[in-house]
């Protein structure tokens, strides 16, 4: 049985608290956000307490919490309060550093966009700017300010109504649809720790629609159950491709040499987990000697 180290909010400041929740909670997109103040002045910063939770309405949501070190509001949330409107963007691992600046506690007078050498266009519907170089924009309006609390670190949720998506054409695939591999987007963990999006780092999963695509943990031959060899992951993706074949299966006697054969097995898993599948019947068949073909 694996050990855990538990930790009750309730029971640990704010400041040993925040490490372990950002750190556990990983990888977080990173909504970096332009708006304006009622004088038009832009404002540019990032924030990682982000994702979309409604495809219609479609709606993003993004926290500038009360900050833990002064207690005060974000400049972020003073502009929406005065102009409710913002462009959020993805950021690029090539204006990584750059996002990194703008994290700054600047007084509000100072333009961050400025600040790090970032160019701007106007948005189409909203006032705050879009940020140039960054591959995916989103013209939102403010739906409504959720507060959790005035205390230091309570976030103030800024759910927005997406207006306008901007998809820098370089990043789409042969549908017109956004490629990841093109992307480069990072992501926020831990500490100062971050993830980049790349080819090496990304897998294809179709999810499975059909329940009868799937096998049940009961139909699994017990020496794959207990395989010495085949990991968690292993069994994941056997089970999410159920074999036409699987009532043959029970039939026939258990394998000889199981390492030897999870072994091949393992090797097709992550390509074609349907190959390791016909691999396995075959070998159980052959042992078998039985004439029938997998159906
Ligand atoms: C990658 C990253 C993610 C961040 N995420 C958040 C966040 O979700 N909420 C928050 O309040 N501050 C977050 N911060 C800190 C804010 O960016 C920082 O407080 C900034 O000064 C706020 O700018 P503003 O006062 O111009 O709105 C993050 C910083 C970085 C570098």
């Given at each position: ?7 009750d909010p309730t029971h640990i400041p ?161 549908k017109g649809l956004p490629d990841p ?115």
């Amino acid at each position: 049985m694996s050990e855990y180290k538990t930790l009750d909010p309730t029971h640990i400041p704010l400041k040993e608290w925040h490490p372990y929740l950002i750190g556990s909670i990983i990888p977080r997109p990173i909504a970096w956000v332009t708006t304006v103040n009622r004088e038009g002045r832009p404002n540019l910063a990032p924030f990682s307490y982000f994702n979309v939770f409604s495809s219609k309405p479609p709606i993003a949501v993004f926290s500038p919490s009360t900050s833990a070190r002064t207690g005060q509001k974000k400049d972020t949330h003073n502009n929406l309060l005065e102009v409710p409107e913002c462009v959020i963007h993805l950021v690029p691992y090539a204006l990584a550093a750059r996002m990194n600046i703008t994290t700054g506690e600047y007084p509000p007078e100072i333009n961050e966009i400025e600040r790090a050498g970032l160019e701007t266009v106007p948005s189409l519907i909203v006032r705050p700017p879009r940020i140039k170089g960054t591959p995916v924009q989103i013209e939102a309006r403010v739906r409504d300010i959720l507060s959790l609390g005035e205390t230091p670190g309570a976030g103030q949720l800024v759910i927005t109504e997406i207006l306008l998506l901007h998809l820098e054409t370089r990043i789409l695939d042969e549908k017109g649809l956004p490629d990841p591999r093109k992307m480069d987007i990072i992501a926020r963990l831990g500490e100062f720790w971050y993830a980049r999006i790349t080819s090496e780092s990304l897998f294809w999963m179709k999810q499975p629609r059909n329940p009868a695509e799937v096998m049940s943990w009961a139909e699994l031959p017990q020496d794959l159950k207990e395989s010495r060899i085949l990991t968690a992951a292993d069994i994941g993706h056997l089970l999410a491709h159920r074999p036409p074949y699987v009532e043959q299966l029970a039939t026939l006697p258990k394998p000889a040499h199981p390492d030897a054969l999870h072994m091949q097995m393992q090797k097709l898993l992550s390509q074609d987990p349907q190959e390791a599948w016909r691999l396995y019947f075959e070998s159980l068949q052959a042992a078998s000697n039985t004439p029938s073909k997998p159906r």
